[in-house]
């Protein structure tokens, strides 16, 4: 009687980490998404002409376009990923002005990351 035995492990393992790896990118590019609709949604602060500027705890109001788009997401290995900007004024904006728009996505993180994960396959 012969027994053949297949090493399966390794590929499952492989196919595990990168279903992991791709449920952090797509759940970090999400929440990128959701800075930026919320930057882009109605503003009710004051009025500068054509600008309408975001009240406090509103996600910052786009102006100038600058601030939203250097939103951007980068991988910080395998099963890590930062959503920034390299802008100043993000951080001031996000917590001395109340202008809350990644402590609003990093909220709703952990739905996005149960959406992305019911849909891993």
Same mark, same amino acid.
């Given at each position: 009687?012969? /027994?053949?035995?297949?090493?399966?492990?390794?590929?499952?393992?492989?196919?595990?980490?990168? &279903?992991?790896?791709?449920? /952090?990118?797509?759940?970090?590019?999400?929440? !990128?998404?959701? @800075?930026?609709?919320?930057m882009a949604s109605e503003k009710h602060g004051r009025t500068y002409g054509e600008h +309408? =500027?975001?009240?406090? $705890? !509103? *996600?910052?109001? @786009?102006?100038?376009? /600058?601030?939203?788009?250097? +939103?951007?997401?980068?991988?910080?290995? =395998?099963?890590? *990923? !930062? +959503? $920034?900007?390299?802008?100043?004024? &993000?951080? @001031?904006? !996000?917590?001395?002005?109340?202008?809350? &728009?990644?402590?609003?996505? #990093?909220? #709703?993180? $952990?739905? @996005?990351?149960?959406?992305? *994960?019911?849909?891993?396959?």
């Amino acid at each position: 009687m012969a /027994v053949r035995y297949d090493d399966n492990w390794r590929a499952a393992r492989a196919r595990v980490d990168r &279903a992991a790896s791709e449920l /952090v990118r797509r759940t970090a590019l999400d929440i !990128e998404a959701a @800075i930026k609709r919320d930057m882009a949604s109605e503003k009710h602060g004051r009025t500068y002409g054509e600008h +309408v =500027a975001s009240a406090r $705890g !509103e *996600a910052p109001a @786009i102006d100038t376009g /600058v601030l939203v788009n250097s +939103v951007q997401t980068s991988m910080d290995g =395998a099963y890590a *990923a !930062e +959503v $920034g900007s390299p802008q100043e004024t &993000a951080p @001031i904006l !996000e917590t001395t002005l109340d202008r809350p &728009a990644w402590r609003r996505a #990093g909220e #709703g993180a $952990g739905n @996005i990351f149960r959406r992305n *994960a019911g849909r891993m396959r």
